[in-house]
């Protein structure tokens, strides 16, 4: 098991584009978070995503957008994009129980972007 | 709104020492504590939870929620603990998914 995987690693845009980040869950989980890792801070929630619907969402703008397919991987899209918007941006899977816990999050490699 | 502190951005001590990475945290229900850990050119890891109340790696840490506290403490370090450590708050709640962190302390272990 590969564990999560994202894509790409890297790029790099232009202020005003669009882009699309994808990740995979591990293996048996069925619920997607992604945070926003500015340099020198810690991940910031962006929101998750189970049973393909947005279940929570931070404190971030609606050019922030995403989705879950039903092979529950993700893809995080970023509209309009800002200088400001060059981060780490981590994605994080977990498996949701009967009772609706929530377990142990694994984390991705990330996908960095860069605006210029 | 809750917020995850941790004062010291780096910290360094020599192999042996003991290590006291410090998480205070605001949050006005009872929240759900967490440490993770980032080793070089690795993914982000959970290191351990309160609930657990275990010991991963000889690291411990313990919920004051007098102190709305959650150190994470080591008695003798040792250089593969060099890595960046963040602490982590979920809120209470079955439908209270995100994880709000700190902004991390660089642990540097000398030989």
């Known amino acids: 098991d590969a564990g999560v995987t994202q894509s790409p690693t890297h790029l790099i845009k232009t202020r005003g584009q669009q882009v699309t980040l994808r990740c995979s869950p591990k293996?048996?989980?069925?619920?997607v978070s992604w945070y926003q890792q500015a340099l020198g801070q810690g991940p910031q929630f962006i929101f998750q995503?189970?049973?393909?619907?947005?279940?929570q969402r931070g404190n971030f703008p609606d050019r922030f957008s995403g989705h879950q397919f039903p092979n529950y991987s993700s893809e995080l899209n970023v509209n309009a994009l800002l200088l400001g918007d060059s981060a780490l941006y981590l994605c994080a899977s977990s498996l949701v129980g009967g009772r609706m816990r929530i377990y142990e999050q694994y984390f991705g490699p990330g996908t960095r972007l860069t605006v210029t | 709104a809750q917020r995850v502190t941790q004062p010291e951005k780096l910290l360094s001590v020599f192999k042996g020492a003991p290590v006291e990475l410090k998480c205070n945290y605001s949050y006005s229900g009872s929240p759900e504590l967490f440490w993770y850990v980032q080793y070089s050119r690795q993914r982000l890891q959970l290191l351990l939870r309160h609930i657990s109340r275990e010991s991963i790696k000889g690291f411990t840490a313990d919920l004051n929620k007098g102190e709305t506290s959650f150190h994470l403490k080591k008695p003798f370090a040792q250089e593969e603990d060099s890595a960046m450590y963040y602490c982590?708050?979920?809120?209470?709640?079955?439908?209270?998914?995100?994880?709000?962190f700190g902004k991390g302390t660089l642990l540097t272990v000398n030989p």
């Open positions: 982590a708050l979920k809120e209470s709640g079955g439908s209270n998914y995100k994880l709000t």
């Open positions: 995503y189970y049973e393909e619907e947005e279940r």
């Open positions: 293996s048996g989980h069925d619920t």
